[in-house]
């Protein structure tokens, strides 16, 4: 089965950093993505990671150990609008369709306060 | 370039009535997936279409199907609606013939069963 984890909800201080952290147990791993989702609207890509270390965007980096079954998203310098659901995903092992269909977490509510 | 469109955007229906969600991809995409999100759960994986055909279902009853048209459109439908259906329901594109890209997610339906 697929089980992803990550924590209900975190605040933090505009300026600072966060780090938002999700564990998985998939069948299978072929990639870990994380989308942004703010409220009433389409989540949108973040990054992707498929091989162990960190890939880094501008103010957003992840970072993956498969050996573990764990990633985290870092924002830096954060900023009112980050405050959003932020949603990990794992693609696992391919579906009977031949396709890969991710699972998602439940999503962290990150709230930025002045 | 258009994102993925869903229409309706709203919607109300009351126990037993049904609904059906339309989603327009992303031109040149060919794969489409549903997702229901609700509070408690996240994003649940509904069914995946490809090239006017399901590759992949989840653990949903057949109360939920879909189907998708020559132009990739897709239209989901749900019958004799519970109050549990109530959700955000959620389209996503991609290009990838086996799904390995990143998903491009429309701005959702959101249904309310009463």
């Known amino acids: 089965g697929q089980n992803i984890d990550q924590p209900t909800e975190m605040t933090a201080t505009e300026g600072a950093i966060v780090q938002i952290n999700c564990t998985y147990q998939t069948s299978g791993f072929n990639g870990l993505f994380w989308y942004q989702q703010h409220a009433g609207e389409a989540p949108t890509f973040l990054s992707y990671n498929v091989l162990d270390g960190l890939e880094e965007k501008g103010r957003f980096s992840s970072f993956l150990s498969r050996s573990k079954g764990y990633s985290y998203l870092l924002l830096k310098e954060l900023q009112m609008k980050d405050s959003a659901s932020y949603l990990c995903?794992?693609?696992?092992?391919?579906?009977?369709?031949?396709?890969?269909?991710?699972?998602f977490g439940r999503g962290t509510s990150l709230i930025v306060h002045p | 370039k258009a994102g993925v469109t869903q229409t309706p955007r709203y919607l109300i229906k009351t126990r037993g009535q049904q609904v059906t969600l339309s989603c327009s991809p992303i031109s040149g995409h060919r794969s489409v997936s549903w997702y229901q999100q609700t509070p408690g759960q996240g994003l649940q994986f509904l069914f995946e279409?490809?090239?006017?055909?399901?590759?992949n279902k989840g653990n949903f009853p057949g109360r939920f199907s879909g189907r998708q048209f020559s132009n990739s459109r897709s239209e989901m439908n749900v019958s004799t609606l519970e109050l549990g259906d109530s959700a955000l329901y959620l389209c996503?594109?991609?290009?990838?013939?086996?799904?390995?890209?990143?998903?491009?997610f429309g701005e959702g339906s959101r249904l309310t069963v009463l």
């Open positions: 996503a594109s991609s290009l990838g013939g086996d799904n390995t890209g990143e998903l491009f």
């Open positions: 995903a794992v693609r696992g092992s391919l579906a009977s369709g031949g396709s890969y269909i991710p699972t």
């Open positions: 279409y490809f090239s006017e055909t399901q590759r």
